[in-house]
């Protein structure tokens, strides 16, 4: 025998969240037999958006969203009286607006044993994703290092050109039908170009005119504010989807994998090891290091120092372009301020590694990736963010100058 629990309009005694605030609501009644279930958690995500709340007494709940777009819904099963399962059609779906202003959705409950997942499952599965998430990381932490080894800019905008390569990518295979593969390229490309227009036009003037390390920071501030409300304008507020960021996940043991996620692995492993390859082997590579160790003296070495500035920032830009593919495959969805969510990571990644150092925002990146992931087997999924800047703090409390310190600025 089964029975549903409805996400409908207007329950009247229902816990809340979110309704003075949002418009859009998201309610529902959840019952078993006719009986109302007190204490079910049902959680709300989507456009970078995540609450949760817990049903009433009555079984019923509210939760306010910002805006007209498509979220996730989730029951916790766990908070199920013992025997009561989702029967069919699983514990999340996706609720997707219509007309109105409210959305109802279905959770079909029934009698029977419940499949838990254990915790070493949980641990595995989850440390890939963190492995994932900390690799597309270091691709704009990377870029991030290098910028500030070779200028010493601390630079906020570096979000908005994250953000820019995912809406690059949106642009040529949604609006103009040019496959995803070589919309990805067209938007790295097109995201190294960004590098080299940015230094070319604001800051190599800025560093001429002898400009300090404070104002450019402030610079880089408005920078970023400026660039991410214009491409508000451009796109709007809502979350669109590229091509392919929604197949099915793949199950290898505990672990469940989509295409798309082993192909993010795959790639940014080839990209950091090339990367690796430049800085250590490459002539320009090689010059990079000299110039942030001391720029002077690299100078007077015979070393083109604006020159490698300006090959930093175009390197810089296409690593960033291409972590913003991967980062609006993982989240999974493209919006006007997706870079500016995972700016604070890029920066703990980057302190954590050791400033100016790209190997080590590489470790730094890795750490916070699988930080985040890993800590919401303890910690709820809102605060898990919260968690990463945690240990970066307990970390710096030891080691001041990050894990690889600052002798070798690059590399």
Not at 130 to 154: D, P, V
Not at 244 to 272: F, H, N, Q, T, Y
């Amino acid at each position: 025998m089964s029975t549903f629990a409805t996400l409908s309009a207007g329950p009247a005694h229902a816990d809340e969240v979110g309704t003075e605030e949002y418009d859009y609501v998201l309610s529902g009644n959840v019952q078993f037999n006719q009986e109302p279930l007190e204490g079910v958690l049902i959680t709300v995500e989507g456009s970078g958006y995540e609450a949760s709340v817990k049903t009433g007494v009555d079984g019923k709940w509210k939760v306010g969203v910002p805006e007209k777009a498509t979220y996730t819904v989730s029951l916790d099963e766990e908070t199920l009286p013992k025997g009561v399962i989702v029967a069919k059609g699983g514990s999340t779906t996706e609720a997707e607006f219509g007309l109105t202003k409210v959305k109802a959705v279905n959770f079909f409950l029934g009698e029977g044993v419940r499949t838990t997942v254990s915790f070493f499952d949980q641990f595995v599965n989850r440390f890939v994703n963190g492995l994932n998430f900390g690799l597309l990381l270091a691709l704009a932490a990377i870029g991030l290092s290098l910028i500030f080894g070779t200028t010493g800019l601390s630079n906020f905008a570096h979000a908005e050109m994250i953000t820019f390569g995912a809406l690059m990518t949106l642009l040529f295979s949604v609006t103009l039908g040019v496959p995803i593969w070589l919309a990805i390229v067209i938007a790295i490309a097109l995201s190294a170009g960004l590098g080299w227009s940015l230094d070319a036009v604001i800051w190599k003037p800025l560093r001429r005119k002898g400009v300090g390390l404070i104002p450019l920071m402030i610079v880089s501030i408005g920078l970023s504010l400026a660039l991410r409300y214009l491409f508000q304008i451009f796109v709007g507020g809502g979350t669109s989807q590229l091509p392919g960021s929604g197949l099915a996940d793949m199950k290898l043991g505990p672990i469940r994998l989509s295409m798309i996620d082993l192909a993010s692995m795959g790639i940014s492993i080839v990209v950091l090891l090339a990367v690796s390859y430049f800085l250590l082997r490459t002539r320009i590579g090689k010059a990079t290091r000299a110039v942030s160790d001391n720029p002077s003296l690299a100078s007077a070495s015979g070393i083109d120092v604006d020159g490698v500035i300006r090959i930093v920032w175009v390197l810089g830009g296409g690593l960033a372009g291409l972590s913003g593919v991967l980062w609006a495959y993982f989240r999974p969805g493209v919006s006007w301020d997706m870079g500016f969510q995972i700016l604070l990571l890029v920066f703990a990644a980057v302190t954590l590694g050791g400033l100016g150092t790209a190997f080590g925002a590489l470790i730094g990146s890795i750490i916070v990736g699988l930080f985040v992931e890993l800590s919401t087997l303890w910690l709820p999924s809102d605060l898990k963010y919260v968690g990463a800047l945690v240990v970066l703090i307990l970390v710096l409390l030891l080691r001041p100058q990050g894990i690889l310190g600052r002798k070798e600025r690059i590399g």
